[in-house]
T-cell receptor, first 116, second 114 residues
Framework: NAGVMQNPRHLVRRRGQEARLRCSPM?????VYWYRQLPEEGLKFMVY????????ESGMPKERFSAEFPKEGPSILRIQQVVRGDSAAYFC??????????????FGEGSRLTVL | AQSVTQLDSQVPVFEEAPVELRCNYS??????LFWYVQYPNQGLQLLLK??????LVESINGFEAEFNKSQTSFHLRKPSVHISDTAEYFC????????????FGKGTTLSVSS
């Protein structure tokens, strides 16, 4: 069974460009979460999605950031007009439908964004 | 609002020594507690969790953690560490058993040397 798949693993962008990070959850998982990890800081929750719905986006910056989890295909975290402060590791995690949840999130290996 | 404090950012120890990684949390309601481990250039993996029942929980690789409600702590311990335990350890709290809103601490880097 494939785990949570994230791509690209590494992404370099210049200031002002757009970054798109993709996440395919584990098979059978319908919940996706995005976290950002900055140096010397822990993981900061960004957004929680189910298929075609944003459940909680309380951790998302108000501007330039958006996320989606379409009916078909991976979840996408999109950062428009990137700035140097967006440089970080972005982790995606997934979990089963609520009725089968065990309290465990399954994490991907992360996408490391570098903004020049 | 929930928060998690990991008091030590770096913990260097020698192989076969005991170790304790400290974690304190704050929450106004009942919580569920987790420890995750992150090896270099990898994602996080669940190490152990407290949802209910016995306050002492164990992992398959010798770690244990005890939920102490009065001290709002969930410290992680291992009586004898190995070089392979070198990693970053994150404590996390959720008010939801499904862990749908995990709040993480800043992490503790455990460095085991021979």
């Amino acid at each position: 069974n494939a785990g949570v798949m994230q791509n690209p693993r590494h992404l370099v962008r210049r200031r002002g460009q757009e970054a798109r990070l993709r996440c395919s959850p584990m098979k059978g998982h319908s919940h996706v979460y995005w976290y950002r990890q900055l140096p010397e800081e822990g993981l900061k929750f960004m957004v929680y999605l189910q298929k075609e719905n944003i459940i909680d986006e309380s951790g998302m910056p108000k501007e330039r950031f958006s996320a989606e989890f379409p009916k078909e295909g991976p979840s996408i975290l999109r950062i428009q007009q990137v700035v140097r402060g967006d440089s970080a590791a972005y982790f995606c995690a997934s979990s089963p439908p609520s009725g089968k949840a065990t309290g465990e999130l399954f994490f991907g290996e992360g996408s490391r964004l570098t903004v020049l | 609002a929930q928060s998690v404090t990991q008091l030590d950012s770096q913990v260097p120890v020698f192989e076969e020594a005991p170790v304790e990684l400290r974690c304190n949390y704050s929450s106004s309601v009942s919580v569920y507690l987790f420890w995750y481990v992150q090896y270099p250039n990898q994602g996080l993996q669940l190490l152990l969790k407290y949802l209910s029942g016995s306050t002492l929980v164990e992992s398959i690789n010798g770690f244990e953690a005890e939920f102490n409600k009065s001290q709002t702590s969930f410290h992680l311990r291992k009586p004898s560490v190995h070089i392979s335990d070198t990693a970053e350890y994150f404590c996390a709290v959720s008010e939801d058993q499904a862990g749908t809103a995990l709040i993480f601490g800043k992490g503790t880097t455990l460095s085991v040397s021979s």
